[in-house]
């Protein structure tokens, strides 16, 4: 299968658009009144300007390209100290801002080539994902562990394999596999049967989504469990008429939604198909009326937008041939696609929730410092940044931090305990499963 995933020479001109002004260290709201806050979790840490941001990043970038850096540790270390949240990019207004991401994983993408990366963290992660199919090195009859109190009480989930639904809730690994985080397939699959929707999953066949991959710079073992399932959505299509595939993990909704479109055939294959995040789905269902809500939960909460259903959706606007400015001008944002809106009115929707949001919000969230392999290659810098996160929380005086991703809910949770907070960490479709009564 043909993919268009750029290699770090085919970024070189965006690469060179750097001006290193340092916008992208820190975060901007003009308000009034106008406030500014860290926006690099690597920088926060680190605190030195050659790893800070896209501006430290990139000058990485070009001595890579150029030769003037070999692949020590240090720079293997340096270009792994990044979530990759995006929260650089977000600040840049100049042309190379549409590729920050792309560079940062393009550099690692050249490590892995040249033999020098991922990290040796990573290298387990990824000959799991070799023989597991998942970053967790769980045996493939765990993955539906967590569905078992469904089938002991007698509303089994439908196994896709072998019936038929239009929906398909792809579970994802860290719901599967990583304990802490069961009670969000869980929650999502109780909704789903309040609701009556005819949906099923995978179950044992469920494979990694790729992003784990994708994000430490080993672009064949994405590529290789991106076609599979590439192929498998369609075969659903055809044989089981799965036409929406519902995900309640960020990073599984922008693995598929972007990095599979990568991919020559992503629209032959996924015709037919609407890939959505379990908030954008049951959102639709609010406004249509069909989330009937009950009850009250007397919280105020905080919400923690996740990187990867938030800024890492932008589509950016670029003047590709030099009609308005300059050919690769960097020209405007659509924002259309970014899910901070949705998990907010259902928040609003809920009987006795107050919601009290933090100073870094939406396209300037700080992130739970949890991505990119951060947690797998620097663990206590993961759940230091988290415990951060969780601090900021607090100052609203709310009680819980919601949020919309497995991945962040687990290191925000460690977090917490980190620094000894009473706050609690909850995924959004645990407190609308609370609410919505049973058909």
Known sequence: MEWHIPSLKELEHFIWRCTA?????????????????????????????????????????????????????????????????????????LDHKPYIPEIIEGMRREAVEAGAGPLPAHKNL?????????????????????????????????????????????????????????????????????????FGILGENEVCCGSTAMRVGDAAEFKRIAEHNLELFAKMHKERGVNTIVSSCAGCYRAIKKDYALAADYDKLMDGIKVVHTSEFLYDLHRQGKLPLSGGLQLTVTYHDPCHIGRHLNKFIVDTEGKELWPGAYVGLDESECLYDQPRELLKAIPGVKLEEMKRVRANSYCCGGGGGVMTGFGE???????????????????????????????????????????????????????????
Do not use: H
């Open 126 to 198: 990824v000959q799991s994902l070799k023989s597991y199919n998942n970053p967790y090195q769980g045996p493939r009859r765990l993955r539906t562990d967590w569905a078992r109190p469904f089938k002991k009480a007698g509303q089994p989930i439908k196994d896709l394999n072998k019936e038929s639904a239009p929906v398909m809730f792809f579970v994802g690994c860290t719901g599967a596999f990583n304990q802490a985080s069961r009670q969000i397939p869980q929650a999502t699959a109780s909704v789903f049967q309040k609701l009556g929707l005819d």
């Open 21 to 93: 002004c340092g916008t992208c260290k820190v975060a901007y709201d003009y308000g009034p009144p106008s406030t500014c806050a860290d926006i690099c979790p690597a920088g926060t840490e680190f605190g030195f300007e050659g790893a800070m941001a896209s501006k430290g990043k990139i000058a990485f970038a070009r001595g890579i390209l150029d030769g003037s850096l070999e692949w020590d540790e240090d720079l293997i270390n340096s270009v792994y100290q990044c979530t990759i949240c995006g929260g650089c990019q977000s600040q840049c207004q």
């Open 381 to 439: 810098w993961a759940t230091k940044n988290a415990g951060l996160r969780v601090a900021e929380g607090e100052s609203t005086g709310a009680g819980v931090m919601v949020s919309t991703c497995p991945f962040c809910n687990y290191n925000l949770g460690q977090g917490a305990k980190r620094i000894g907070s009473a706050m609690q960490v909850l995924d959004l479709v645990e407190l609308i499963d609370q609410v919505l009564p049973k058909k």
